[in-house]
């Protein structure tokens, strides 16, 4: 089993439809959660960031973390055409002094014009 | 804003030569860290540095090695080059010393091993 786990999708959602993503993750003492979008062949850009249980917004994303069901959600009002790329789920576990990234596989979003 | 800069963009090499791959992190960033992504898998975490020292090992072959120079950039070195080592090279950074906990990823270094 995967430390993060996420649907692999691929989920496919009209122009102007609400996006869900979902993520969850094994080690109960990680603190930091993040969602990052990567186009094919480029690098992760970093969209969100989350750290306390509730909800959390920036324009049309909002993050959604719940420590006690070890998930954490991306949602995504208004999707775009330019919103269709692969979501990636990361974690920061809770081992010593560990920064490093642990991702999910991916879930590969398609909007639909 | 500065962003992670990563050389060179693609590199060819053949099994069993050595690669150098560079990463210029965010200026101001204290932690720099290195992921590898082979097709249609997600970023492993390698290894990572936090103010020139190495702080964490992650999947990284022997084969490998990487530093962090006095001006913070790093470099990934790759000996005995082997097919399955064709995949993306991020190098990421972070302020961790601000408890900031988000890292930035650089463009990439393609590598393809023939």
């Known amino acids: 089993q995967k430390e993060v786990e996420q649907n692999s999708g691929p989920l496919s959602v009209p122009e102007g439809a609400i996006a869900s993503l979902n993520c969850t993750y094994s080690d109960r003492g990680s603190q930091s959660f993040f969602w990052y979008r990567q186009y094919s062949g480029k690098s992760p850009e970093l969209i969100m960031s989350?750290?306390?249980?509730g909800d959390k917004e920036d324009g049309r994303f909002t993050a959604q973390l719940n420590k006690a069901s070890q998930y954490v959600s991306l949602l995504i009002r208004d999707s775009q055409p330019s919103d269709s790329a692969t979501y990636l789920c990361a974690v920061i576990g809770s081992s010593g002094s560990a920064r490093q990234l642990t991702f999910g596989s991916g879930t590969q979003l398609t909007v639909l014009p | 804003a500065a962003g992670v800069i990563q050389s060179p963009r693609h590199l060819i090499k053949e099994k069993r030569e050595t690669a150098t791959l560079k990463c210029y992190p965010i200026p101001r960033h204290d932690t720099v860290y290195w992921y590898q992504q082979g097709p249609g898998q997600d970023p492993q975490f390698l290894i990572s540095?936090?103010?020139?020292?190495?702080?964490d090992k992650g999947s990284i072959p022997d084969r490998f090695s990487a530093q962090q120079f006095s001006d913070y950039h790093s470099e990934l070195n790759m000996s005995s080059l082997e097919l399955g080592d064709s995949a993306l090279y991020f190098c990421?950074?972070?302020?961790?010393?601000?408890?900031?906990?988000?890292?930035?990823f650089g463009p990439g270094t393609r590598l393809t091993v023939t």
């Open positions: 540095f936090y103010e020139k020292m190495q702080s």
């Open positions: 989350i750290y306390s249980n």
């Open positions: 990421a950074s972070s302020q961790s010393r601000q408890g900031a906990n988000e890292q930035y």
